[in-house]
């Protein structure tokens, strides 16, 4: 069984080597009529590439570990689904580890991964200090973060996020804003989304109020206390600009309970794009993250750390506006 | 740093071996302090176990592989959140592979399990014949199918599922009722959901009417043409239940779009008890599936078939009614 090669795979489903390659890498346009044929020939000869600890004779192991504060967060599932989708192509597995948010465990996880002998790690961390990744060796990219010794930082273009936000809201008319987001202990990239939609609204002469959920509300994943603060405050806003489709979801909730009807009443725009935005009523206008380029970008700077090469270590990737009905 | 051992953490922190084995393990009641101080504690002195890499002395990795159709899918999402914090409490780590529902794919990643050393596969397929599975040597559960071969099949008691929803609705007055779910190639339990459902109505002379989406929109995760063509055929119907909560996401947008009021003109009853559930305008009523238990009852039944001793082969889980606005 060990000794089946891609040769004899080509040669039991009558294709190239080239084109078995180009299915088992996901490469260039493949028909799912050619993909059955080369895995039915897999299977009939038992083919198995790439095991994931095969690697280890080279002194690592052909796995991308996956460090988040939440796995349900509607955020994380996307990254997780993208980052399967991208590890495969380039014949990796994926590992997944839950930090809960806690800035202790996500160093012991951080050291556990190099123990691991993983070929890198991407971390999402709102706490974890420029410190704790000093002394490790192992490709590391942490994403929402700047600054961070050691590794690469990738984020999106909040400050064009906020920016498209409070463009989009004020050329709708709305005079009367709020922004909501997330209290966060280290200065984090993605509170230029709500600072740069201030300054916009407030150069517009617009009224606009910031509220920010705690800690605890962000892991928890429940913001209707910080919403009901804020529109009992602000009973007359017209437009709302919550920087997470998760905040916008909750926010829908709420405007309906109070009998205010969006967009008719207030707008609102989300921010990440998740499949969410698309399941809510009505679906939600948002700033779109460029969920899959973080990934793919974040899996080219680890190959490129662990092969000893130089890299871009602080790297922003724009945002658009998707709008829908809200 | 290879020396240090539980013991040097349990000194380092001043507390019991024991205490650093209930952090590590996530046994019993641990406040957030004490956890605290043992993670310090470890990451002073670089103590680090179980990398999953470790067991390979025991021809064993300490990884569970999971094997999804989806990965964003709310349900699956909800599965690899579980999946993690069950894994942990057993020290071991989880690999994820997305099949993308593609039965030969499948096939192919149990034998890249198999030969890749894991402890064991959850495997969630809709498509997998009992013949694929009859070969491998490694422990695997699959979940929703029945009578597969060489492992352990856990369901949730979707036969129940249907008959809580029929109870529900037809309590609260519905007479002219839609069932929709999704037309599966091999027999699923899952059935049950929607035929249980159809026969209480039925016996209860309500009007009751099947729609099943394509294994095509499953996949997409679109039902809305599904949906459409139930509430074009049925414009009076007056309670609908939606085998998942995705689904159920996209009945509130199309009724919202037909201006039919939910719960005032139509009820909803949903299925899985996912996050969204919660997420939604209204929150929904849906059949509560036991996830968690789901995911503890798989790996007692990995942990017992790697070490050679025998198990119930067929496990049904009970699920319950929540009911919200909907």
Known sequence: MANVTIKDVAKEAGVAVETVSRVLNNRGYISQQMKDRVYEAMNR?????????????????????????????????????????????????????????????????????????????????????????????????????????????????????????????????????????TLNNEDMPGDSRDEEFI??????????????????????????????????????????????DLIAAQVIQECSRRGRRIPQDLRLVGFDDVPLAQLLTPTLTTIRQPIDRIVSTALDAIERLGSGHKTTSDIVLPVTLVERES
Do not use: W
């Not at 192991?61 to 990254?79: G, K, R």
């Not at 300054?199 to 800690?215: D, L, N």
């Open 45 to 181: 000869i038992g083919y198995t590439p790439n095991a994931f600890a095969q690697g280890l004779s080279r002194g690592k192991m052909n796995c991308i570990a996956l460090i988040v504060p939440h796995i349900t967060h509607p955020y994380f599932a996307t990254v997780i689904d993208h980052l399967e989708r991208e590890a495969e192509k380039r014949g990796q597995h994926i590992i997944i580890y839950n930090s809960n948010g806690d800035e202790q465990k996500e160093e012991y996880l951080l050291r556990l991964c190099q123990n691991s002998l993983v070929s890198g790690v991407l971390l999402f961390s709102a706490d974890i200090s420029a410190d704790a990744l000093k002394n490790l060796q192992l490709p590391i990219v942490v994403v929402e973060r700047t600054g961070m010794a050691n590794s690469v930082n990738i984020q999106c273009d909040n400050r064009l996020g906020g920016e498209l936000a409070a463009c989009y809201l004020l050329d709708k008319g709305c005079r009367d804003l709020l922004v909501l987001g």
């Open 199 to 244: 300054r916009i609204c407030t150069a517009e002469h617009a009224q606009v109020h910031r509220y920010q959920a705690s800690t605890r509300q962000y892991i928890t994943m429940d913001y209707h206390a910080c919403i009901n603060q804020a529109l009992d405050e602000h009973p007359s806003c017209d437009g709302i600009f919550a920087t997470s």
